[in-house]
């Protein structure tokens, strides 16, 4: 069965450094999204993307975060600066049509410290 | 505000056990959809549901759009249910989930 893989599982950074969390969305999905779950937290959104472009971001998304799906198969977030609120576990899914459920992949433990 | 709220916030049975889980959401939605979070992180999809009700093996999940709840029932629950179910709406004009706090289940043998 086709699943959302991301990668690393976990992420180990110095505050102020630069991440890249990796996400391989299911292959025929149209639609991405990332959300983040800080410990002890519900699952909140971050950002979602369809056609190469942001589609709907939250408040959390600000300027320090970017997008990007640089080929055909990945779709990365980008943290520029990390701060130590930044620590979370960071969940990418995708779906087929807008209206479709959403499949999540595993999730990436970032840690700031 | 757009709230989703899920009762209760931690919930211990017997295995065997007919399990209930509440949750309740402040304004009108496009859909409705029960998640199950295992204890290593990952986010499974159980039911997405816009009105009525959906059945899957012992897991059923019920909305009633007019007084803006759902409920999730597991029949003869087992250990193996024990996990953190979330309930997450999506509102009319956006893909995106909002979350609710998740309903930690633990089965006792």
């Known amino acids: 069965e086709p699943e959302v893989t991301q990668t690393p599982s976990h992420q180990v950074t110095q505050m102020g450094q630069e991440v890249i969390l990796r996400c391989v969305p299911i292959?025929?999905?149209?639609?991405f999204y990332w959300y983040r779950q800080i410990l002890g937290q519900k699952v909140e959104f971050l950002v979602s993307?369809?056609?190469?472009?942001?589609?709907?971001k939250s408040e959390i998304f600000d300027d320090q975060f970017s997008v990007e799906r640089p080929d055909g198969s990945n779709f990365t977030l980008k943290i520029r600066s990390t701060k130590l609120e930044d620590s979370a576990m960071y969940f990418c899914?995708?779906?087929?049509?807008?209206?479709?459920?959403?499949?999540f992949g595993p999730g990436t433990r970032l840690t700031v410290l | 505000k757009n709230e989703v709220e899920q009762s209760p916030q931690n919930l211990t049975a017997q295995e065997g056990e007919f399990i209930t889980i509440n949750c309740s959401y402040s304004?009108?939605?496009?859909?409705l959809h029960w998640l199950q979070q295992h204890p290593g992180g990952g986010i499974v999809s159980l039911f997405m549901?816009?009105?009525g009700k959906k059945k899957h093996g012992r897991l059923i999940a019920t909305i009633n759009i007019q007084e803006k709840h759902s409920s999730l029932h597991i029949t003869a629950s087992h250990p193996r249910d024990s996990a953190v179910y979330i309930c997450?709406?999506?509102?009319?004009?956006?893909?995106?989930?909002?979350f609710g706090t998740g309903t930690s289940l633990t089965v006792i043998p």
């Open positions: 292959s025929n999905h149209l639609y």
């Open positions: 997450a709406v999506q509102f009319y004009g956006g893909n995106q989930f909002y």
């Open positions: 549901l816009s009105s």
């Open positions: 993307f369809y056609n190469n472009e942001i589609s709907e």
């Open positions: 304004v009108g939605i496009s859909a």
């Open positions: 899914a995708s779906n087929g049509q807008s209206t479709d459920t959403q499949y």
